[in-house]
Every structure is written in structure tokens, then in C-alpha cells.
């Protein structure tokens, strides 16, 4: 039985582990094995999550038979607006196509429609098609394009989505 709980920060290893073993399948046709490395040591350091914590993220797990499977990171009133914004959201390769994904997903937007939010926003890499596909099944809308510097001579090349919750 899949379950989805609150990670406590002692916890944010599993985010670690989990993005480490995701990201070379996810992003390994998109982007360079060294961005795969600089974005990974940016992002997913665990000062950073410790962080991003202490700023009100919160971060959820989903697990079966005490398996760790998959993530997502939000943050509600994202840029002091009425809406919410998920940082964060993988699968173990494994994990993918068993509606993981969408329980992440709809627990996230529920916790955002408790929380008095209006919508629900994400990046996702302009190439990474077959996310955008799930999203946009979710029920996600593109709503721009953006291109965001990260240093290091990296950007991200993103379409920003939104979903009405």
C-alpha cells in the first residue's frame, strides 16, 4: 500500500537519495552529465534542504512496504501571491507509471486548497516531454516560457505550468 506523509528534517536524506538515483535516468538525454552534477550539488545539498525547510517547504514522501519511491517539495503563497508552487517532485525509475506521480501531485494540490492557495505552479525542462505530457493530463496549462541563469555557466530552459486548485 502506497503511502504519502510529511518528512520532518532528519528525514531529508531520503530527498537526497531519492534525486541522485533519479536524475542521470530523467535528465540523462537532456542535459550534460556535468549540469546533472553541478545542479544536483546545487539544489540537493543538504544545507539547502535544511533551508528550504526552515522557509516553510514542505516536503513529502511517498513510500510502500517502508520503500522510499519518490518525492515533491512546495511552498504555499509563493512569491507573496495566493498560490503555491511545487519545487520538486521525482520518481524512482522503477517507481514511474504506477500513479505515484498523480498521488504526489493531488495531495499537493489538496494541501494547497486547504491552505486557501488559487493555483498550483511548476517549471519543468522545455525538453523533458513526457512530463509535460503527465502534467498537462493532470490538468496543468503552460503559462510561459522562462529561461533562469543558475551559475556555473548552466540555466534552466523551463516551461512554467499551472493547475487550478
Known amino acids: 500500500m502506497i503511502q504519502i506523509r510529511q518528512l520532518v528534517i532528519e528525514e531529508l536524506t531520503k530527498v537526497q537519495s ?8 530523467t535528465f540523462g538525454k537532456i542535459l550534460s552529465p556535468e549540469q546533472i552534477t553541478y545542479m544536483l550539488e546545487l ?9 528550504q525547510l ?20 512546495f ?4 512569491a507573496a501571491s495566493p498560490k503555491a508552487k511545487l519545487h520538486k517532485i521525482y520518481l524512482l ?10 498521488k504526489l501531485i493531488l495531495e ?6 486547504q491552505a486557501g492557495q488559487k ?6 525542462n522545455k525538453h523533458n516531454q513526457p512530463a509535460i505530457d503527465f502534467y498537462m493530463r493532470m490538468g496543468f496549462v503552460e503559462i510561459y516560457k522562462e529561461v533562469i541563469d543558475i551559475g556555473g555557466g548552466y ?6 505550468m499551472e493547475l487550478n486548485v
Open 108 to 113: 499537493v494540490a489538496d494541501r494547497a486548497r
Open 18 to 25: 531519492i534525486a541522485h538515483r533519479t536524475w542521470p535516468d
Open 119 to 124: 493555483s498550483l505552479l511548476l517549471n519543468v
Open 93 to 102: 525509475p522503477e517507481a514511474q507509471g504506477k500513479g505515484l506521480g498523480k
Open 54 to 73: 526552515e522557509k516553510g517547504h514542505t516536503f513529502l514522501i511517498a513510500e510502500e512496504d517502508g520503500l522510499e519511491l519518490g518525492f515533491a517539495g
Open 43 to 51: 539544489m540537493y545539498d543538504l544545507t539547502v534542504l535544511e533551508s
Open 75 to 78: 511552498e504555499l503563497n509563493y
Open 155 to 160: 540555466v534552466m530552459d523551463d516551461v512554467v
